[in-house]
């Protein structure tokens, strides 16, 4: 059963400060990973894809991947209360038989 | 990104009738088109896969003659949510596979459909 798994949180954060997300996955096949975000009564919308071991910068995110420890984290930098949402951790793989698992989510608030 | 759309936005329908919704990718071609629901306060639920020219494949426990799947087009997938009741009433999302380089696809999300069966 291939799983990714996510703290529920709340993670509250003041402004400003760094917010850090984790989610770990039980898939070693798995090959690509995604971090979206969801306001609530909204749809969930893509903010970062990283595939290759490391960290990948956007702006005030970045996402960090360790294959060997199954283990990918979302950085938010100068954390603003507009990030206050649930942000989702899905892991992905198979180019023919693609195929995603999302975590439940975490809460994050960021107080002003 | 790539942009997908899903109509109506919102629905409110009398138990017992059926209820189309459709999802679509408006600036690229989408082979793969999911269907997922939400309820309040818990996790996207993957409802089926919805392949371009064949058959829908549903998870389990997703009862495929009540939830229709048609995929008729590269840009258009539609559900049709047949003899709805009250607990039916549920956020039902859409996303669509753009292909990557190297294989390494993305799902997009369109803005969902908020159902309500009165």
């Known amino acids: 059963q291939k799983e990714v798994e996510q703290n529920s949180g709340p993670l509250s954060v003041p402004e400003g400060a760094i917010a850090s997300l984790n989610c770990t996955y039980s898939d070693r096949g798995s090959q690509s990973f995604f971090w979206y975000r969801q306001y609530s009564g909204k749809s969930p919308e893509l903010i970062m894809f990283?595939?290759s071991n490391g960290d990948k910068e956007d702006g005030r995110f970045t996402a960090q991947l360790n294959k060997a420890s199954q283990y990918v984290s979302l950085l938010i930098r100068d954390s603003q209360p507009s990030d206050s949402a649930t942000y989702l951790c899905a892991a992905a793989w198979g180019a023919g038989g693609f195929k995603t698992i999302f975590g439940a989510g975490t809460r994050l608030f960021v107080k002003a | 990104g790539a942009v997908v759309s899903q109509h109506p936005s919102w629905v409110i329908c009398k138990s017992g009738t059926s209820v189309k919704i459709e999802c679509r990718s408006l600036?690229?071609?989408?082979?793969?088109m999911f269907w997922y629901r939400q309820f309040p306060k818990q996790s996207l639920m993957l409802m089926a896969t919805?392949?371009?020219?064949?058959?829908?494949?549903?998870e389990q426990g997703v009862e495929k003659d009540k939830f229709l799947i048609n995929h008729a087009s590269l840009t258009l997938s539609t559900l049709t949510v047949t003899s709805a009741h009250p607990e039916d009433s549920s956020f039902y999302i859409c996303s669509a596979r753009a292909e990557g380089q190297g294989g390494m696809d993305t799902q997009y999300f369109g803005p969902g459909t908020r159902l309500t069966v009165l």
């Open positions: 919805s392949n371009e020219g064949s058959k829908a494949t549903y």
């Open positions: 990283i595939y």
């Open positions: 600036d690229f071609q989408a082979t793969t």
